[in-house]
């Protein structure tokens, strides 16, 4: 895994665990991290992880309705 610093305003007041919770939750947002790998990223179980994606409005379910189109065979 890479290691990123980024340097965060004090006018955000987040501390370094709520920013990378952020950035797990909006990365799994976009597609670009699993659960699993979300949560790997912002230091939690699964289970907690899922928990956390209403705090910066993601939704757990993360299936686009092609998706479920595709796998109920209607694509």
Do not use: C, H, W
């Amino acid at each position: 895994m890479s290691r990123l610093t980024l340097e965060i305003p004090d006018t955000l007041k987040m501390d370094s665990a709520e920013t990378q919770r952020f950035l797990a939750a909006k990365l799994y947002e976009s597609g670009k991290l699993s659960l699993g790998q979300a949560a790997e990223l912002a230091n939690v179980s699964k289970t907690e992880f899922a928990g956390i994606l209403s705090d910066y409005d993601v939704s757990f379910i993360n299936y686009s309705l092609e998706d479920v189109l595709n796998d109920a065979g209607r694509i």
